[in-house]
């Protein structure tokens, strides 16, 4: 590129264009989110996380036999090889999960013999294993860094009920199983997000998928993206009853922080996949006794749009949801791993499949002519 040609910075990158993705679009102005063409509106009413993986990877909704042979593939691909189980029992008690998911795909990389086939079937094949296994690395990972034993994958549940099964080690009850199921819908795959577009550039290297997606792990992990939905729970927390609410999100905005759950870089008038979770978290709510919970999130709703016209993201119902079914908080981040390593999987595909290094430029601003001082002239 000349330098007559060259973009000016952008912080953030907000606005630029990065790449071009035929997977999903974020039509931000229209409050819409479309995987490979489908609505997400429509997916969330009708599908298995299992249909959408599908769709997501392969690019076309499956036909029941395509399903079928899918779901198959995934339930053989659930349980982990021991050598992953024993590098999950060597980390260290209580330690963060998301480091140990890291550890996890990293194993899983050095046990498989086509790590570095970047051709499109074998990327497909390490797609899939690593759908199936990122749920159970999630469920028995928590476990084991709990000092409980893992419990093994049930082949007679679909992928979010399985999910949950392993997490509680019983069933789970329906509402639950079906309301687990949209949360893995619903974040399975959002555009060039910080994740994806990390998973993306270090694809670009010709690195292989699980280099890629221990990348997408580490960056999903801060506040800003993933780490929202578990810091959105601990302020839900904190507010404890429904009346203290108003006057916790004044006194959070007064001293000008940030209230997790809120706002988006590309929504800016509402998250769609908030708006469909709101009604399951009034459902999960009379189910689970806790009115409480969702009186709370409608005062911040209400009190975040009045102050600052800013509208909740998925991870202010998600983590709600999450919290009234039993499950631990630290686990909230790596769930959204568990059903966006969907999403990375097809940008590290569609990257390898048409690759080019990403490699952006930076505008210097330090100084340029300082005199060289010997070491030994430096006091
Ligand atoms: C997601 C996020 C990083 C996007 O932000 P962005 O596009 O970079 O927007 P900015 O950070 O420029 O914020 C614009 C304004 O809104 C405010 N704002 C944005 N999100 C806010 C929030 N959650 N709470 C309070 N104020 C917020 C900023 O302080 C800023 O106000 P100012 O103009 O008075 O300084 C931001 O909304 C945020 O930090 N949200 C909380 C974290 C979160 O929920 N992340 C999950 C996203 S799915």
Known sequence: MSDKEIIPYRPGLEGVTAGIS?????????????????????????????????????????TRAQLEAFQAELVAHRELPAEVYAVLRALPRGG???????????????????????????????????????????????????????????????????????????????????????????????????????ARVIASTLADMYSAVTGAIG????????????????????????????????????????????????????????????????QVAEQTGRADLYQIQETMERVMLREKNLYPNVDFPAAAIYYMMGIPIPLYTPIFAAARIVGWSAHIIEQHDNNRLIRPRSDYNGPRDLPFTPIDQRG
Request: proline share 4%.
């Open 219 to 282: 960056a999903l992990r801060g506040a800003l993206h993933g780490g929202a939905n578990e810091a959105a729970m601990e302020a839900m927390l904190d507010i404890g009853a429904p009346e203290r609410a108003e006057s916790w999100v004044m006194e959070k905005l007064a001293q000008k922080a940030r209230i997790m759950g809120f706002g988006h870089r590309e929504y800016k008038t509402g998250d769609i996949r908030a708006v469909i979770l709101k009604d399951y978290v009034r």
């Open 22 to 62: 035929a997977i999903s679009d974020v039509i931000a102005a229209e409050n819409r989110l479309i995987y490979r063409g489908y609505d997400i509106r429509d997916l969330a009413q009708h599908c298995a996380f299992e249909e959408v993986a599908y769709l997501v990877l392969m690019g076309a909704l499956p």
């Open 96 to 198: 963060n999960l998301m480091a140990a998911l890291q550890a996890g795909v990293a194993a899983l990389g050095m046990l498989d013999p086509h790590a570095d086939d970047h051709s499109h079937d074998a990327n497909l094949k390490k797609a899939i294993r690593l759908t199936a296994s990122m749920a159970t690395l999630v469920a028995n990972g928590y476990r084991i860094l709990q000092g409980q034993e893992p419990v093994k994958p049930n082949p007679n549940l679909g992928h979010a009920a399985n999910f949950l099964y392993m997490l509680f080690d019983r069933e789970p009850e329906p509402l639950h199983a079906q309301v687990m199921n949209l949360t893995f819908i619903l974040y399975t795959e959002h555009g060039y997000n910080a994740s994806t577009f990390t």
